[in-house]
């Protein structure tokens, strides 16, 4: 064999063991990369409650701002109050509320809501578990009373729009409106909150009758005319605002 002969079939065989070789990489033999898909992006619903005290000197307790299912409203006229209504209508505490039956959230006012003031207060849904909002608090110089919007379901609201509701005051039906010494929480007597007893009344929710005060002739009444009020008690907006 000449030597030209000798090149070529070296050069045949050098590229005959390159594509051997590249037939045994060992990236054929490497499993396919997987991925994992980016999950969607968590949509949210806010919806701002503002709510103002129209009374003309009773306090209220710590605002109550409750998401809860359509089938559990956390208040209803001429039904039994739960104990956690109770609590709040009594003592001005909510903080009981977060435990009934088909509640998801609670979000509780800064404290005290003067005559006159204002406070907002924002719950967030997502998207697919909009749920209904009932807001409420107790006047605090009475027994029982307490004023609220129950059972609104904001689902239909857009961003920008606005409900606006004017709230009765409603009795809880669970304690006796006498008004004496001892008996109310606020500042007019700094007396008892809640008492689980229920005697003395009617035990269901109702419309409140009002107070009469030592200034009406009820000599053993702590309250006085200043601590009257009437229908409406509070106003409360609820905006979607995302």
């Not at 306090?59 to 006229?77: Q, W």
């Not at 809640?194 to 109702?206: A, L, Q, T, Y």
């Amino acid at each position: 064999m000449n030597r030209l002969n000798f090149k070529k079939s070296a050069i045949v065989l050098g590229m005959c063991s390159l594509a051997v070789l590249g037939g045994c990489s060992d990236n054929d033999s490497l499993p396919p990369v997987e991925t994992t898909p980016t999950p969607p992006a968590v949509v949210t619903q806010d919806y701002t409650v503002t709510v103002t005290n129209l009374t003309p000197s009773q306090p209220l307790s710590p605002i109550a701002v409750v998401a809860h299912n359509a089938d559990n409203p956390i208040f209803s006229a001429g039904t039994e109050a739960s104990v956690a209504l109770e609590n709040l209508a009594e003592a001005g505490d909510n903080s009981d509320l977060e435990s009934e039956d088909g509640v998801s959230q609670l979000v509780s006012g800064a404290g005290i809501l003067a005559a006159g003031s204002s406070e907002s207060l924002t719950v967030t849904f997502n998207q697919d578990e909009i749920e209904n909002l009932s807001i409420l608090t107790m006047l605090v110089n009475t027994n029982d009373a307490f004023t609220g919007v129950s059972n609104f379901d904001p689902s239909s609201l857009e961003v920008g729009d606005k409900m606006t509701f004017r709230a009765n005051v409603y009795d809880s039906g669970t304690e006796a409106n006498s008004e004496a010494k001892g008996t109310i929480p606020g500042p007019a007597d700094s007396g008892e909150g809640f008492n689980p007893s229920r005697e003395g009344d009617v035990n269901k929710v109702h419309i409140h009758p009002g107070v009469i005060t030592q200034d009406d002739g009820l000599a053993d009444s702590v309250l006085k005319a200043s601590d009257r009020f009437d229908n409406p008690a509070m106003k409360v907006v609820i905006e979607r605002t995302k």
